[in-house]
């Protein structure tokens, strides 16, 4: 089971760019579709990218298409988000997750959360 824990969130201003990482310690990275979602106070969580093991396909909503792109790294077992051009509907705590066959989140594959906002 992947062991999963998201950094690099914090304040930026709108029209700035952030670069949020999820990294796993328990080594099944690449066994794994892997997505980013978000949830921001008082929403439902969102889902907001999503990248196949070999990292060669990539889905994402039409909210942030063409200002979010999602990228791996399987040999560092490290999930990347760009977020370009922030708004402040961006502001959220970002998690990443391993996904199943079924492409929903894997039970117990959430990492803590790293937040994002997004305000002048």
């Known amino acids: 089971q992947v062991q999963l824990a998201e950094s690099g969130g914090g304040l930026v201003q709108p029209g700035d760019s952030l670069t949020l990482s999820c990294v796993d310690s328990?080594?099944?990275?690449?066994?794994?579709?892997i997505a980013w979602f978000r949830k921001a106070p008082g929403k439902e969580r969102e889902f907001v990218a999503a990248?196949?093991?070999?990292?060669?396909?990539?889905y994402y909503p039409r909210s942030v298409m063409g200002r979010f792109a999602i990228s791996r790294d399987n040999a560092k077992n490290t999930l990347v988000l760009q977020i370009n051009n922030a708004q402040p509907e961006d502001t959220a705590i970002y998690y990443c997750?391993?996904?199943?066959?079924?492409?929903?989140?894997?039970?117990?594959?959430w990492g803590q959360g790293t937040q994002v906002t997004v305000s002048s």
């Open positions: 997750t391993a996904l199943t066959e079924d492409w929903v989140p894997l039970e117990g594959s």
């Open positions: 328990a080594g099944p990275f690449s066994s794994y579709n």
């Open positions: 990248t196949t093991r070999n990292g060669e396909n990539a």
